[in-house]
């Protein structure tokens, strides 16, 4: 039997405009908005900054 949980779209964090990866719920929305991993999604943060706009850029042309 499947877990309902389990295919529930996160819950969307407080903040649409800056990516944070400290609560794990938020960095599971983010990695299913961006289709990435935690690992690419933390890499992109690093390099980037916190901006959607630009872990979005990031993520699309080095993909």
């Known amino acids: 039997m499947t877990d309902v949980h389990s ?5 969307a964090p407080a903040d649409l ?3 944070s990866l400290d609560r794990e719920s938020d960095a599971r ?3 299913q908005r ?5 690992a ?5 943060v ?3 900054g916190h901006n959607v706009s630009a872990i979005a850029e ?3 042309h080095s993909g």
Do not use: D
């Open 7 to 11: 295919l529930a779209a996160p819950a």
């Open 40 to 44: 690419r999604l933390e890499q992109a």
């Open 29 to 31: 929305y983010w990695q």
């Open 46 to 48: 690093e390099q980037v």
């Open 58 to 60: 990031f993520l699309h």
């Open 17 to 19: 405009k800056h990516v």
């Open 34 to 38: 961006f289709s990435t991993s935690r």
